[in-house]
């Protein structure tokens, strides 16, 4: 499964024996890749499960009886009680026949569940294929480049027409020969999307720039980067139509006709 076309989930839940950095963040600390990678082994792939509301309604306090790696984390689109029951997901109260999308590790996750262990014992064809893991570094990765580069298209777009054309790319190319360079990704990601970057790390940098569109090691044109907004915007809509929590700021231009476009 490639990566831009991997299905969002409802929300997520990790044992925490995958975390073990051990510290404690604001909620407005920015997270650098260090601290990716103190907490989360690279080895670490995240799989999408479907479970009903009614098996994940008891899910964490199952593992929240004894202290151990196997104490189940969850993510804000989560709401518990008092007693340890999800009442919520997304915003919404849950639902116990709905099935749910919920992101967790390829090996150990939410089958140290024990309602989900027997769940999947008695439907074995509803366990997520351990083949469809993504390793856990490129996933967030690759999520965090493509918001940095939906900042800098919003920046470039002045007109909303879902279009960078040789007028507009000029804010940020400092070359002047209508095309990006790493040079100027960078100065974006620092002055468009309000980032700290290392000198000398150039990780995010070169991921923005393939999600953009870039295809070899050089420059990013005008025409590779309209082409590949054009293709990302069709997947969104796709991905919207079918996935209740889909995370819209991904698709600021979705009233964009691409029929409509000929660049």
């Not at 929300?11 to 404690?24: A, K, M, S």
């Not at 940098?205 to 915007?233: F, H, P, S, W, Y």
Request: glycine share 8%; aromatic share 8%; proline share 3%.
């Amino acid at each position: 499964m490639r990566l831009e076309e991997s299905q969002h989930c409802d929300c997520v839940l990790i044992n925490g024996g995958n975390f073990r950095g051990e510290r404690d963040y604001r909620d407005a600390t920015h997270l650098s890749l260090e601290d990716l990678m103190s907490e989360i082994d690279q080895s670490v792939e995240i799989v999408v499960a479907s479970l009903p509301g009614w098996v994940l309604k008891n899910a964490l306090r199952e593992t929240w009886k004894v202290v151990s790696g196997a104490w189940m984390q969850y993510d804000d689109q989560v709401e518990v009680n008092s007693f340890g029951e999800i009442i919520g997901i997304g915003g919404k109260v849950l639902n116990l026949q709905q099935i749910y999308r919920v992101g967790s590790t390829r090996r150990f996750g939410i089958s140290l569940i024990p309602s989900v262990a027997n769940y999947w014992k008695e439907r074995p064809e509803a366990k997520p294929n351990p083949e469809s893991g993504i390793p856990v570094h490129s996933l967030l990765l690759h999520f965090w480049a493509e918001k940095v580069w939906i900042r800098i298209w919003a920046f470039l777009d002045q007109d909303n027409d879902g279009r960078i054309d040789a007028e507009e790319i000029k804010a940020l190319d400092r070359s002047g020969r209508g095309e990006l360079n790493h040079g100027d990704i960078m100065c974006a990601v620092k002055s468009v999307a309000q980032m700290e970057i290392f000198e000398g790390e150039y990780t995010l940098t070169d991921l923005v720039m393939k999600v953009a569109g870039q295809r070899g090691d050089g420059c990013l044109t005008l025409k590779e980067i309209n082409r590949r907004r054009r293709t990302r915007r069709r997947q969104l809509k796709i991905a919207r139509t079918r996935e209740a929590n889909f995370p819209s700021e991904l698709l600021p231009d979705a009233d964009v006709q691409d029929q409509q476009q000929n660049l």
